[in-house]
């Protein structure tokens, strides 16, 4: 008889066991098969009451659950219809924590999780959350969020993981029945190949045998194509891509229609290469910018072989370009003469974006018997089997896989070294070698910036540029402060050490195996304790300036504060000073005998030792007084509530003039938005690119018949506490009113959720969906989601949403700003950047909410079709200084004010009309 499984699943009024209660329990009783044997399902009475949100989501009521039993008499008929069956559940220890805070121990019983099935059989998923999983698999499924129908989705989706199981490939399944010999016994992989792998009958048998079969897998994937250097590559004129590429879209059923503002940007770009004249652009949305510079530099750069290096704001957005926006410029120039064959684009991410074979291995091999770690392992290695790039962000990482995955990142210079047994098989060796080929590379801002940082050249893996473009250039002052911002703990530091220690010993180890000297370092004992308790010394008094300044205790929530000068007259300075002079003495003594050490080991411990040398950097910066360059951050741990320190540059141009202005390539700045009040004054000061040509695209957009700009008058202020009660009202109403087609772009998560739960149950009735950031799973999801049915459907997103999203044609109607996107001003580096001009308010705070605005604005008209309204929440744009906002509009942006009411009655009249005149 086939084995019963057992998928149960409970909603319950939160997520803590020993506060929370249990409201519904669902069970079903299944085969492998997917014979649904039995059903079962109660109501739970909880102690306590039903929080609004909880109820909100499942749909589960006070009433419902007045009259149902409580947990007392439900545990008997439970355990029984769980009796005899292996366990399966979604997330199975949170539901497991519940039944036993509830007395119904299922402690013991075989336990599977299809939430870490789907971590190495859906690693490709974008979400591993039930209903996604279900709804990408095409299983049915009832109404997600209630019990009894939860589990019966468990159970359909575990049996559509037990088919594919029963369906993996000799390597495949060779490669879990190795993680199973290896882990521990009586877990999700010894019942796994116990129950459903197939025969192992031409797969690899041994670890050995696996390690050489992923090997010839990956090579096989990633082998670099040869670029034909024979073929001439003819001078092209811009014309004859445009020609092309006209000719290309028709054939792809598009249309391109002719765009005066690209062609002038175009020529702008040609003539700056030909002039080599760094250039600084705003180009408007809907002008092709991207088109705008691609053309022009590539038609002067293939013929003579220069390479460009084009850089963009975020992953995302280099994948489009690699994805979407490239191919069909290289299907275009092979119309117009240049064969594919003939030229190569290349993407090159940050070292540690990518996986390393050798140390995927290696982890595998020196792990615990810890069954969690075996899960991330069947991933890690099931997925290195198909990826072509092997890029770790192809990869959602959950718990302690963020721990694991940073230890199999190729950050150090083992990965390319000759003594890596796996050098030609790594994903990054692959990457620098079609990198250097290319005559066109696609990096991010992050990427590229962190190479410029890095002053070890020989450490660069990008090559250098003839031409340079930046796109989404007002990113820039962000990424600058993320690449070269240094964070230091105790626990990392500490932790850091013993990672050091670790390589040694395991080098030492396999030493005596190849009958080689072990690097023997008797200081090592001494200086690994004085370094500990130099910076033991260091982070109790940055612990306990923190706590004075800050008022919050180790363990309350995380903020961070700027480090003032008064730390310098503090009791105890003099002695954190010395220890930290001690430190930095004892770091430059520990580097110096490591570098005596075998060439293998040095390149084994080298990320080790970088981020080390890193911590001790910081943390000197921090007590010097004659630290002036630098934003210098005390802040407190949320998760371990203990101090961190950290470090960001004060002024971001400096950075740019000397690591990247200076650099011999033609540089092209280019976005949206660049200027305020019409100049790129403010931007300039803050990237410094002086001397640098400007150029000014007007807008394809007819922005006063596409669009409006409205200001209610009678809401006070968004705020106070006082006027939420009538800003949601007026939000709901107003997305009922226009019936989805929203985005609502707010400044926080808490001001999402309070949004979300005072609208949703109005605009749910009314048959609107609202998905909430934070709280609807995660940005890609969002869009898929409001993209299916956008009629009937509303985003509240945040700082995320503001840039980099595109909803063209009559799916985004309306676009609610809920506040005027300000950056925090006790945050450090607002804090510190501003007190660098007279009026930081005006000439640095201000500057820096408008760019970010007109982004969020730009989300609405993405095509000359387009017609929307913007709907600003926040009556500061009507005081004295917000002339200065409205100044910034999109030319032609027509704005109105009025009370609400009477803006909600003419948008239905409107609205009305249309739909008169449509019928």
Known sequence: MNTIYASFDIESTGTDPRRDAIIEIGIVRFTSDGEILRTYSTLVRPTGALPPEIAEITGITESMLASAPRIDSLRTAVMEELADAVLVGHNIEFDLAFMEAAGISLAGRTAIDTFAMAKFLAWNESSLNLGHLVRSFGLEAGEFHRAAD???????????????????????????RTLSDRSPKNTLFSHVEEEFLPANESGPATWNDCKDAIVSAIRARTAVEPVDEETPRPEISVDAILSAMAETATENGRTME???????????????????????????????????????????????????????????????????DLPFLRDSLERAGVPKSSWRVAKLKWRGNYASVALAFERVENATYDPEFFVFAAKILLWMTETKTGELDELSWYGREYEWAAEIRANGSYVLDRDNPHRDAEFLTTARER??????????????????????????????????????????????????????????????????????????????????????????????????????????????????????????????????????????????????????????????????????????????????ESMVDTIVRHIRESEKDAIHIVGSSVRSGAVFLATAPLKVGDFLRSKLWSTPAVKILASATLRVGGLFDAMRSML?????????????????????????????????????????RFLAE???????????????????????????????????????????????????????????????????????????????????????????????????????????????????????????????IRTRSDRGIVVMLDSRVLSGWGSAVLENLPEGMKIRTAPSEEFLRMLKNRLSDKTERAG
């Not at 002038?264 to 705008?292: C, H, S, W, Y």
């Not at 934070?774 to 940005?779: A, E, F, M």
Request: glycine share 6%; proline share 5%; net charge neutral.
């Open 150 to 176: 939860d589990a019966l989705a468990t159970a359909r989706l575990f049996c559509s993981f037990v088919s594919r199981l029963r369906a993996l490939d000799p390597l495949r399944s060779g490669i879990l």
């Open 258 to 324: 002719p765009r005066p503002e690209q062609r002038r940007m175009i020529n702008t770009v040609a003539d700056a290469l030909r002039q080599r004249k760094n250039t600084v652009i705003e180009a408007p949305t809907g002008i092709g910018k991207t088109f705008a510079y691609l053309l022009p530099t590539l038609s002067r750069s293939l013929p003579r072989r220069e390479r460009v290096v084009v850089s963009t704001h975020t992953k995302l957005l280099q994948d489009q370009l690699l994805d979407r």
């Open 435 to 612: 990198a250097k080929e290319a005559d066109c590379v696609v990096v991010n801002h992050a990427f590229l910036l962190s190479e410029y940082a890095e002053e070890r050249v020989g450490k660069r893996i990008l090559p250098p540029a003839d031409h340079m473009i930046l796109d989404e250039a007002h990113t820039l002052e962000d990424v600058v402060t993320g690449a070269c911002r240094r964070d230091a703990s105790y626990e990392r530091f500490d932790e850091t050490l013993a990672k050091i220690e670790t390589t040694i010993r395991a080098y030492n180890t396999r030493a005596k195996d190849r009958l080689e000297e072990p690097f023997i370092m008797p200081e090592w004992t001494s200086l690994r304790d004085g370094m500990n308790i130099d910076a033991g010394i260091a982070f109790d008094f940055f612990a306990e300036y923190f706590a004075e300044r800050s008022g919050i205790a180790a363990g309350q929530e995380h903020r961070d504060m700027l480090r003032r000068d008064d730390i310098f007259a503090r009791e105890g300075y003099a002695t954190v000073s010395r220890a930290g002079s001690a430190l930095e003495e004892r770091m430059k003594t520990m580097l110096e005998l490591l570098w005596n050490a075998p060439e293998p080991l040095v390149r084994r411990i080298d990320a080790y030792t970088d981020a080390l």
């Open 734 to 860: 107003l997305i009922r009113t226009v019936g989805g087609k929203t985005l609502a772009l707010f400044t926080s998560f808490a001001s999402i959720k309070e949004a979300y739960l005072a609208t949703n149950p109005d605009l749910k009735s009314a048959g609107i969906r609202i998905l909430a950031q934070g709280l609807s799973g995660g940005k890609q999801r969002m869009l898929a989601e409001f993209l299916s049915r956008p009629e009937s459907c509303a985003i509240y997103g945040t700082d995320s949403f503001w840039q980099g999203i595109d909803i063209p044609g009559n799916d985004l109607g309306t676009l609610v700003i809920h506040k005027l996107p300000f950056a925090v001003p006790t945050d450090p580096v607002v804090a510190a950047r501003s007190s660098l001009y007279a009026d930081g308010f005006a000439e640095y705070s201000v500057p820096q909410m408008i760019l970010k605005l007109r982004q969020g604005i730009g989300r609405l």
């Open 688 to 728: 410094g690119f002086e001397g640098f040509e400007e150029a000014v695209f007007a807008s394809d957009f007819d922005y006063a018949s596409q669009s409006l700009f409205y200001v209610p008058t009678d809401l006070w202020d968004v705020r106070h506490a006082g006027s939420k009660t009538r800003v949601h």
